[in-house]
């Protein structure tokens, strides 16, 4: 039988580490849950990686779009590879066009662009004359409405949209990984993430996924 003493001192030491655990619960819940998937393209070589990377935020809201992009920078450049927003590398940041990226490609020497859009969208869009309505929101099932480097092809639809991260609860963007010797793309990532708190938490827990799982799938340092 445990003595009244024992009990006291254990009592103590959980009182103590009470506040320690209720501060990790409260920083996971605000962190946001993130689920995500990879894919690479058809026929893609599964052993490139790439060391210069250009980071383009596809959202027509400058003032979200260039904090995310610094965020991902940051994210891609902790194992080691050089990251550039376009953001501050474009000579022009709005509209966003494929030739702004390509100056900036060629200013930079990238080898590679993370082009990230949305994917839930709030209006419709037509793929092959029908709609595709997916979860209640409208998805593009292919990639015809973006083009290159994840340029919108209808800009008139592309102000129209969400910016690239929500306030508060749920967001779901893809990225698109390109090589820019041929402007291809060679690899995408999925990536979902619930329970947002804020705008900046979302941006946190977006970049986070993408850069560790490219760096898992060995694209990244």
């Not at 610094?70 to 990251?83: D, E, P, Q």
């Not at 060679?186 to 946190?204: A, L, M, N, P, Q």
Request: aromatic share 8%; net charge positive.
């Amino acid at each position: 039988m445990r003595s009244q003493a024992f009990n006291r001192l254990l009592n103590a030491h959980l009182l103590r580490a009470l506040p320690l655990l209720l501060g990790a619960a409260g920083f996971s819940a605000c962190a946001g849950d993130a689920s995500v998937t990879s894919a690479w393209a058809d026929n893609a070589s599964h052993k490139q990686s790439f060391s210069r990377v250009l980071v383009v935020g596809v959202s027509p809201d400058v003032d979200t779009r260039c904090p995310f992009e610094r965020s991902l920078v940051a994210k891609i450049k902790k194992g080691g590879t050089a990251a550039f927003a376009s953001c501050d590398s474009v000579a022009k940041k709005n509209p966003l066009t494929r030739e702004s990226i390509e100056e900036a490609v060629a200013a930079k020497n990238a080898d590679a662009v993370v082009a990230t859009s949305l994917v839930a969208k709030k209006w419709e869009l037509k793929d092959g004359g029908s709609y595709d309505t997916r979860g209640g929101a409208y998805y593009k099932a292919v990639d015809s409405y973006y083009g290159v480097y994840g340029v919108p092809v209808v800009y008139a639809d592309f102000q129209a949209i969400d910016s690239i991260t929500t306030a508060q609860g749920e967001v779901h963007v893809t990225s698109k990984l390109y090589e820019t010797h041929g402007a291809t793309v060679v690899y995408s990532v999925d990536t979902k993430v619930r329970h947002i708190s804020s705008s900046d938490v979302g941006i946190s827990a977006i970049t986070t996924s993408i850069a560790e799982k490219m760096r898992r799938d060995g694209l990244i340092r």
